[in-house]
């Protein structure tokens, strides 16, 4: 997933697990995240959960093995703006990235690689 995310044009930081993972979403405060719900340290849950108490409304998009109802609307209750159930389409999760941050970027702050 990283190197697709990288091959579209995005910088992409990985964390090697959930504590880490806050600290740096935090830190850095990136355009969007992907969190898998069970990371060590940490849920994905409860990182966005954070992240949503003290305001930050970046677009979290919330990867998860379970697909029934209650999993999702958990994880949308708990501030996740997207659930993609494992496995998945590389195309559709790119598209969902797309999608999201079209809607919370301006158009000059995307940043697009082409090729030539």
């Not at 697990?17 to 719900?37: E, M, Q, S, V």
């Not at 994905?44 to 109802?69: F, H």
């Not at 590389?90 to 090729?115: C, D, M, S, W």
Request: net charge positive.
């Amino acid at each position: 997933m990283e190197s697709e995310l990288c091959f579209e044009g995005y910088r992409v930081t990985v964390a090697p697990n959930g504590l880490d993972g806050l600290t740096i979403a935090r830190d850095t405060k990136p355009d969007l995240l992907i969190l898998d719900w069970m990371l060590p340290g940490i849920s994905g849950l409860n990182i966005g959960l954070r992240l949503r108490s003290t305001g930050v409304q970046v677009p979290i998009i919330m990867l998860r093995a379970k697909d029934e109802v209650p999993d999702r609307v958990t994880g949308l209750n708990y501030g996740t703006d997207d659930y993609v159930t494992k496995p998945f389409s590389i195309e559709e999760l790119l598209a969902r990235v797309k999608a999201h941050l079209h809607r919370t970027q301006p158009k000059n702050r995307i940043t697009y690689k082409f090729k030539t």
